[in-house]
Nanobody, 123 residues
Framework: QVQLVESGGGLVQAGGSLRLSCSASGRTFSSYAMGWFRQAPGKEREFVAAINWSGGITYYANSVKGRFTISRDNAKNTVSLQMNSLKPEDTAVYYC????????????????WGQGTQVTVSS
């Protein structure tokens, strides 16, 4: 089992940047694929980005491609989401996710979730 704790959310102006971090418990972090999802008010949770166990494979939702970068540090049990050129429509609660599947996608179940961190982008 793995426990996930997100940090780094906050309020930022449009065009600005934020870096989210997710700290994972347990000794087997490197065996988990990791991902980020988000949920805006009144909307369903949606996939944002994913990374495989080694960090060698990443992919992104079209809406964030070229602006967001997911990375991981297996030595520190962390996964990060660097968010640049933020837009008001990026406002949401962002969730860290972990699963033993080779990669997390928007269409497969996720085993573990963090509690979420709020990101608010003002116009």
């Amino acid at each position: 089992q793995v426990q996930l704790v997100e940090s780094g959310g906050g309020l930022v102006q449009a065009g600005g940047s934020l870096r989210l971090s997710c700290s994972a418990s347990g000794r087997t972090f490197s065996s988990y694929a990791m991902g980020w999802f988000r949920q805006a008010p009144g909307k369903e949770r949606e996939f944002v980005a994913a990374i495989n166990w080694s960090g060698g494979i990443t992919y992104y939702a079209n809406s964030v491609k070229g602006r967001f970068t997911i990375s991981r540090d297996n030595a520190k049990n962390t996964v990060s989401l660097q968010m640049n050129s933020l837009k008001p429509e990026d406002t949401a609660v962002y969730y860290c996710a972990a699963d033993r599947r080779p990669i997390i996608s928007g269409s497969t179940p996720v085993a573990y979730w963090g509690q979420g961190t709020q990101v608010t982008v003002s116009s």
